[in-house]
């Protein structure tokens, strides 16, 4: 079955970096985009950012971009999110999710970041 399982939040200080990962089983990773998408307190999901396949085309949420970059590692089955310059605004639970077309048909469990002094 699909298992998609993140990593690398934690607390971290206004303007720090952080590496999440998420590691993919159960379906042919390296055949689909990925997605992140993340969850603030009392808010609905915001997408992030999303990667093709091959890894040669990424975009992203006006908030983030400059700051985040997104990645993948096909041979690990791997996603990654680069976040640096981190704000409080992007405190918040973080998914990693597949793309079928328009829509993100898996997602994991999440992994909590809090942007905080």
């Known amino acids: 079955q699909v298992q998609l399982v993140e990593s690398g939040g934690g607390l971290v200080q206004p303007g720090g970096s952080l590496r999440l990962s998420c590691a993919a089983s159960g379906f042919t990773f390296s055949s689909w985009s990925m997605s992140w998408v993340r969850q603030a307190p009392g808010k609905g999901p915001e997408w992030v950012s999303q990667?093709?396949?091959?890894?040669?085309?990424?975009r992203y949420a006006d908030s983030v971009k400059g700051r985040f970059t997104i990645s993948r590692d096909n041979a690990k089955n791997t996603l990654y999110l680069q976040m640096n310059s981190l704000k409080p605004e992007d405190t918040a639970l973080y998914y990693c999710a597949r793309v079928n077309y328009a829509t993100a048909d898996y997602w994991g469990q999440g992994t909590q970041v809090t942007v905080s002094s």
């Open positions: 990667i093709n396949p091959g890894g040669s085309s990424t």
